[in-house]
């Protein structure tokens, strides 16, 4: 019976391309790679294993990355597409967006966003934005476990842009291509 309890895991493991390798483990926070919890069958420990539908490995990122900020989904993306007042920002690296991307969005480095704040509304110049007027701005980075656009947004805040005229689309590239959502490639 525990030899076919355990045969039973591994093809659900090799069904679910989930690794039991603990090379494979990924971290949850900045400081661990598993949380305890108690059920009612007693301890289970939740870990984090790499699988084909990750971009990356990085850390789990909070939904609302600085106070203020809402988070929002793929419809909250496609409807901010289509509106004039709203701005979709890829703020992955260029090699990321090359590979693929949100039609309609445009492109922001987080790594640049402190200095391009004229570009979603802000006027002035680094260091010095007036960021009333600006237009409201819907990030987007590589995943759940990406960091790029939760530093962007937390720069934008620290120079002036109004927190609740930010969106984060947490699930980024990683949901928005596992829900088959369509991408482009090759965008500059």
């Not at 926070?29 to 870990?47: F, K, L, N, W």
Request: glycine letters at 10%.
């Amino acid at each position: 019976m525990k030899i076919a309890a355990a045969l039973a895991g591994i093809a659900l493991l090799a069904i679910s391309g989930v690794s039991s390798h603990a090379e494979d483990t990924l971290k949850i926070g900045p400081e661990s790679t598993a949380v305890t919890i108690q059920t009612d069958d007693g301890p289970v420990e939740i870990t984090r294993h790499a699988n084909d539908t990750q971009l990356i490995g990085g850390v789990l990122q909070p939904i609302i990355p600085v106070p203020g900020v809402q988070p929002a989904g793929e419809l909250e993306v496609l409807q901010a597409l289509q509106d004039d007042t709203a701005l979709v920002v890829d703020m992955r690296t260029m090699e990321w967006r090359v590979k693929s991307t949100i039609p309609g969005s445009i492109h922001i480095p987080y790594t640049e966003v402190s200095m391009r704040l004229d570009e979603v509304g802000c006027t002035g110049e680094a260091g010095a934005w007036d960021c009333s007027k600006a237009r409201s701005v819907f990030a987007f980075c590589n995943g759940p476990a990406c960091g790029q656009s939760p530093m962007a947004i937390k720069a934008m805040v620290r120079d002036g842009f109004p927190a609740e005229k930010i969106h984060y689309y947490r699930g980024g590239m990683q949901d928005w291509t596992v829900l088959g959502l369509t991408t482009v490639e090759n965008l500059f």
